[in-house]
């Protein structure tokens, strides 16, 4: 009896889905050691809710990514309920911060109820507010910048944190790839006005900076990587 994919494999109607959902689901699979409760209580509520969250393959992915950097101090921009901080919190460890941010302080409680509940709350710095004036007002480099806020508010969210990574550090960003409609000619904006043209200016931005080198892995709707050279 075939077990449920660990996150939703539909893509939204006429659009694209980058990986094959066979190879995806086989993605998952081999994240399975991961189940515990809350994580799972956190994808079952996504898909009750069709909350956006990265899910497992590429929290997986975010984890080793931050792992790979050393990663002591992660900035998220857009945090939801705590999802994806959960896995920059395994890769920080103790003594390590994910500052989260969200415009709502629902998500905030939401995310320090399961976190605590697996010991992680104490490495998250959870700000409610506009993930922009947070970033702004926060002082110093970061390990790793992760930015999965609205995606009209993409290219600003790189030309603030750009500076910022520091050298040999990471920024990343999920929905690099829209589900497909970044590669539409006709453009194709069905969730809001102006964010598949914002996400292409971003991808754009990035792959021409020269102080980074950048991938855009195609996992689930794609995740740019961009490391700050030096
Ligand atoms: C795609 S969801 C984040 C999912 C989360 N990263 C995860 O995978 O678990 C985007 C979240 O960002 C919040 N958000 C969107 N734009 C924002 C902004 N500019 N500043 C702060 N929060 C924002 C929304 O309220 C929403 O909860």
New binding site residues.
């Given amino acids: 009896m075939p077990r449920r994919p660990l996150t939703p494999r539909q893509t939204p109607r006429g659009t694209i889905a980058p990986v094959h959902p066979a190879v995806f689901d086989y993605l998952a699979t081999l994240h399975r050691r991961h189940d515990e409760p809350v994580l799972l209580e956190m994808e079952r509520e996504a898909e009750a809710r069709g ?4 899910g497992r393959v590429v ?1 997986a992915f975010l984890e080793v990514m931050a792992l790979a950097v050393g990663a002591r101090r992660v900035f ?10 959960y896995w920059f919190s395994r890769a920080v460890g103790s003594g390590g911060t994910v500052i989260c ?4 302080a629902e ?1 905030a409680r939401h995310a320090r109820a399961y976190l605590e509940r697996v010991g992680r709350w104490e490495c998250i710095d959870f700000r409610v ?4 004036d947070t970033f702004r007002a926060i002082d110093g480099p970061f390990d790793v910048i ?1 930015n ?3 995606k009209g ?1 993409y290219p600003e969210v790189w030309r603030l944190a750009r500076d910022r990574v520091r050298p040999g550090g990471l920024y990343i960003a ?2 690099a790839l829209w589900y497909g409609r970044v590669v539409q000619g006709t453009v194709v904006d069905d969730v809001q006005p102006g964010w598949t043209e914002a996400i292409r200016e971003h991808n754009r931005l990035i792959a021409d900076d020269p102080d980074y080198d950048c991938f855009l892995n195609p996992i689930r709707d794609g995740v740019i990587v961009a490391r700050r050279k030096g």
């Fill in positions: 909350f956006p969250i990265v929290g998220e921009c857009g945090s939801g309920y705590g999802y994806s901080a941010t969200d415009g709502k998500n507010g506009w993930a922009q992760y999965d806020v609205d508010d999920d929905n």
